[in-house]
């Protein structure tokens, strides 16, 4: 099993470090293989995907990510920054589906800025497209405006799609995760505004004829961001495109307010895939020691299980994380009074000595 | 002054008709002429925003405007659906700034599934472009996708698009907005992957320059709806596209918990402008006098200060309906234990009285 390091930026390198110890301490052999993403990259090739990464990327198994991004690249253009790598794995990947679970651990329930009735025993799955949308939708740019009203000034323009094979494959992923959840799949999209939501509707209640025993409901994204924060227990799985995806799966991970807790997985339709944690590179505390590794810990454990075929291992690892928070240790984006604050790397100890 | 008065479906007619009384209760005669809209004209015009009802909003000097939508438009073809008056109404009317302010009033601070430390206090306004982005861009449609994975499917598509004077005009209105209350914009765009964004963030820039006691920051959509959920009363002015603040202004209204008190304004350049509730036509509880008809009262004042030239009523009004709070009274939707349960009709019957 080839697994692809990624570190990258920030706080990766220390996080992903971390997790590479978890997998180490399993027993199973990996072959591990590290390469510089994002800002790294781009300061030792040029490139936040360089070459070489890519191919990396492309021949692993898995691929274990840290996090890109940092203050000092901001200045750069656009298609040479830090993001551009992950858009780019995604892209060349074919990593068209997201998982994104907001789940709200009972030991953190306080952590949250939600009361804990609202937020306690949380546990839902946001299922994001990461191939169509906006993000890489043709024609773009700037142009000349040809509205009578302000014809002639400088215009930027994107362009939303999809097609009716795209929001089927994601449809199905939806419906089979929810098929082992709690058999609810909640679609989300603006059809009321959008041609390419009113199609992803069709597609979506054309699919879910398949899913019999999968209850099928549709919202509109501005009406699911309020629903998400008045009563986000009321969802299973969430369905929806790229765009609208970024911005509900942050919400509800920050629902929890945990955020230091979540994984992800980003796979394409062979279950490759790539897993990184919910979280950014954090750059302001990058180098100090003090960054949560646990949702980079809990991206491997879902390597292990949708790419690797070791559900038992993931199962491990998971158990390992609710024991390190059993025992009242918690980093410092988590710490609440009467716990024991820890650093990075003392996390990664009790994680490893709970295997 | 001639108001429009457009009351719509669902609870629509009930609010509208306590705003009404109120204004009446006020003292200076208004000229207030009514017309369907929505459902309402669709039943009995054919058409969701029919001639007469966008004439007599042109001729108008402000409109007072209800809710649309009920679940039995829904099978009707979009371009007869409800919420296209509204729709229509923006783009006619060239009502390109909305104003949406989110406030956690002190009494229902416990309505909120946020914790009262983190919502308690909440004042912030979100300021959203609703004449272009991709709500009215084009092209737009179904046609045969050209990208070669997915060549011949059908393909919903829609255009996001700003120019210039668009941005420029709704940054400023953003900015004097600011200059009356905590001087700081926060601009909100997804300018790393957008090109539309990036136009916009590059214009919110260059006007900053002519508000040097105004701070400008600005925040990815995706930071920002998890922002609006960790830390709220961190922002004071938000500025964004049509799209975008469709979302946020949504997610900021519920977390107060109180969205049945949240007014809102859509003004043109001139300051003629539309004004509603920012809670929909609740068709599940319309025709039982129990909606909370505060939102549509708010709305009036706002109508008053903005368009009307009349702030002193408005104060009026904002005070009766903070005395109505502080005498307990509370609409099925903000009911707590220890206040008293009114019906729509009585709590416009104790705001007159409180003027
Ligand atoms: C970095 C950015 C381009 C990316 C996105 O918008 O997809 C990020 O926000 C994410 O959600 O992984
Ligand atoms: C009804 C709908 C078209 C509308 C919008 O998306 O703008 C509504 O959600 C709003 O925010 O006023």
Redesign the interface.
Known sequence: MKIAVLPGDGIGPEIVAQAVRVLHALGPKFDLEEAPVGGAAYDVAGHPLPPATLELAKKADAILFGAVGDWKYDTLA?EL?P?QAI?GLRKHLELFANFRPAICYPELTAAS???PE?IGGLDILIVRELNGD??F?QP???RT?E?PL?KG??????????????VERIGRVAFEAARKRGKKVCSVD?A?????????REVMIRISKEYPDVELSHMY???A???????PKAFDVVVTGN??G??????A???T?S?GMLPSASLDKNNKGLYEPSHGSAPDIAGKGIANPLATILSAAMMLRYSLGMPAEADRIEKAVQKVLAQGLRTADIYTEGTQKVTTVQMGDAVVAAL
């Not at 961001?225 to 009563?231: R, T």
Request: net charge negative.
């Open positions: 656009r920054r993001e858009l800025s939600l009361k609202i906006i993000y939708g773009r740019g700037i405006s509205l302000f000034a400088r215009e930027g323009y994107d362009t939303m799609h999809y097609s009716e094979p795209e603006k009321n505004v959008l041609e390419t939501s009113q199609l992803w994204v501005d009406n961001a309020m629903q998400l924060v008045k009563a765009l609208f970024d911005i509900l799966s942050d919400e991970a920050m629902l307010g955020i």
